[in-house]
């Protein structure tokens, strides 16, 4: 099943040769369930809009909103990590940016594992990390439409 949203623009495809250029960058293995996710395409929008969390921010109490995934192309997407680290004033070491639109991110952290990473949530305007979970298979377990699990 795809978690890719039907009006999500349609991206380059994800080449071996960026996925390399990623890989060589930050000196690390991306996950597999993450490049087979840009496999089928390389970023974009979501199905679903938010993953649940055991804690509080200002999205709202046990989720963060989570619409769009990064994928990889030279200079954009998790390449342009660095960039937005400076801009957004993120000191965090030894993380990929996967998602997030500058007031908070979600984050490969690479820091205590280097073969799988936790998946972190960064709000950059309270100066917040908190992990979300242990690897991304989980992180698309958490995955929900918010509409939808709300408006029971």
Not at 37 to 62: I, P, R, S
Not at 93 to 100: E, P, V, W
Not at 128 to 143: A, E, G, P, T, Y
Request: net charge negative; hydrophobic share 35%; aromatic share 10%.
């Amino acid at each position: 099943m795809s978690i890719w949203g039907k009006d999500s623009d349609k991206p380059n495809r994800l080449t071996q040769k960026n996925i390399e250029l990623a890989e060589k960058t930050f000196g690390i293995t991306l996950p597999k369930s993450y490049l087979k996710v840009l496999k089928e395409q390389n970023g974009g929008y979501l199905k679903t809009d938010a993953v649940h969390v055991d804690f509080n921010n200002d999205d709202g109490e046990g989720f963060i909103l989570f619409d769009s995934l990064y994928g990889i192309e030279p200079d954009e997407g998790i390449l342009a990590t660095e960039y937005l680290k400076e801009e957004w004033g993120i000191t965090k070491d030894n993380i990929i940016l996967i998602a997030g639109d500058g007031h908070s991110f979600t984050a490969l952290d690479y820091e205590m594992n280097l073969a799988s990473p936790e998946v972190i949530h960064i709000d950059t305007e309270r100066d917040d990390v908190h992990k979300i979970c242990d690897h991304f298979d989980s992180l698309m377990d958490l995955m929900f439409t918010l509409e939808d699990d709300y408006d029971e």
